[in-house]
């Protein structure tokens, strides 16, 4: 199924490639690519001779009824992994313990260290933890990977993709061998995370922000948030603007229509008195 796929989008989206050389013919290796896009799964294992693991939640194989079974069997065609992500804990274990599996079984293992995908096309800060700790445990050279304008293809949210060409840059293994057996330190953790962040970067040109990409959502939701009930709060002012402005407009032909009315009745009394006097 996934050289069914795989030929259905290459041939559909055409993906360019640079640096095939550096993925190695057979043995364990790390890919640790950005994320711009859901179909960033697809079109890396597409453009590979190899199998790629990845990992992904576990709801995508559980789902009820005949679209829940196609959904988990294009998933488990392409390569994917579910994990129960319930718990953050047990999820970052749960997806760390799958991919020393992986790497065990001389495969290539495929991973986000921004751990979600980028809200706005920025490279964001790498998580420390399942990344650098598979690469320490298992000694397995990090390749890094750069995803180009996926996110053009299917933003977040859009179900039907674009067909324009989306770009994949290989760049040349990492060898963190040298810190083999030191996944529980915190300070290497973040050390090789960087270092394979800041190859991504290279290879992506994209902008570095500092920060997690959950932080970055949380605060685009939060001001999403804000500017619609600011939005919501100014269309109210307007409205009871407007409905005050009818008010006032109302009062006042009332009030006029009163004086009108009682102009005209101290004008029929006095032609009355007029008419009686001759």
């Known amino acids: 199924m996934k050289f069914s796929i795989g030929g259905s989008l290459k041939l559909a989206f055409r993906p360019w490639v640079e640096g ?8 364990p290796a790390i890919l640790a690519s950005n994320h711009l896009s859901f179909s960033d799964s697809f079109f ?31 998933f488990k065609g392409v390569g994917q992994l579910p994990v129960d992500r319930s718990g953050a804990r047990g999820a970052g274990e749960a997806a760390i313990k799958s991919g020393i599996e992986v790497i065990e079984r001389g495969e290539l293992f495929g991973i986000y260290p921004e751990g979600t995908r980028s809200p706005d096309g920025r490279l964001y800060r790498g998580k420390p933890g399942g990344l650098a700790r ?26 039907i993709p674009k067909l324009m060409r989306p770009g994949i840059r290989i760049g040349k293994p990492l060898d963190f061998s040298r810190y083999h057996g030191m996944e529980h330190d915190r300070f290497i953790l973040r050390s090789v995370t960087d270092e394979v962040m800041y190859e991504i970067m290279k290879l992506s040109g994209q902008e570095y922000v500092d920060v997690y990409a959950t932080a970055a ?10 500017a619609k009930e600011a939005e919501k709060a100014a269309k109210a002012v307007k409205e009871a603007a407007a409905a005050q402005d009818a008010q006032d407009a109302k009062d006042s032909k009332d009030s006029k229509d009163a004086k009108d009315s009682k102009d005209a009745g101290t004008t029929d009394t006095g032609t009355t008195e007029r008419d009686g006097a001759h």
């Open 44 to 74: 890396l294992p597409a453009v590979l001779d190899r199998k790629v693991t990845f990992i992904a939640k576990a709801e995508y194989f559980t789902s009820p009824g005949i679209k829940g079974k196609l959904t988990a069997a294009f």
């Open 217 to 226: 959502k949380r605060q685009i939701a939060d001001a999403e948030k804000a």
């Open 20 to 27: 095939l050389e550096n993925i190695p013919a057979e043995g």
């Open 134 to 159: 598979v690469a320490l445990a298992t000694g397995a050279p990090v390749i890094p990977v750069a995803m180009i304008d996926t996110e053009k293809i299917q933003p977040p949210g859009k179900v």
